[in-house]
């Protein structure tokens, strides 16, 4: 019901920064919660970051907190995650996620590449 692409993933020096955003094929507004999850090479799936449907209600990792910051723009149907004071270990693929709690359905993007090397 709903296509997620995600852009703004690079290879970035470590303590640099970078903006990913997910933008959807429809509003977001009936989603009751998205985020962000990523995988590294040889690791499982991890949430990073989710947003509720208006914005306000917020959660991290721990291993973000304090460094990323994920926020949506309802009317452009675009959730974004700044991602600040990047580490290494933040190498990873990067995907979006909107969970529909009507269908029980989950919808994932295609995924974007986060390099973090000097």
């Known amino acids: 019901q709903v296509q997620l692409v995600e852009s703004g993933g690079g290879l970035v020096q470590p303590g640099g920064s970078l903006r990913l955003s997910c933008a959807a094929s429809?509003?977001?507004?009936?989603?009751?919660?998205m985020g962000w999850y990523r995988q590294a090479p040889g690791k499982e799936r991890e949430l990073v970051a989710s947003?509720?449907?208006?914005?306000?209600?917020?959660n991290y990792a721990d291993s973000v907190k304090g460094r990323f910051t994920i926020s949506r723009w309802n009317a452009n149907n675009t959730i974004y995650v700044q991602m600040n004071s990047l580490k290494p270990e933040d190498t990873a693929v990067y995907y979006c996620?909107?969970?529909?709690?009507?269908?029980?359905?989950?919808?994932w993007g295609q995924g974007t590449q986060v390099t973090v090397s000097s």
């Open positions: 947003i509720g449907r208006i914005g306000i209600t917020k």
């Open positions: 996620n909107a969970y529909d709690d009507i269908s029980r359905s989950n919808y």
């Open positions: 429809r509003s977001i507004f009936s989603f009751n919660s």
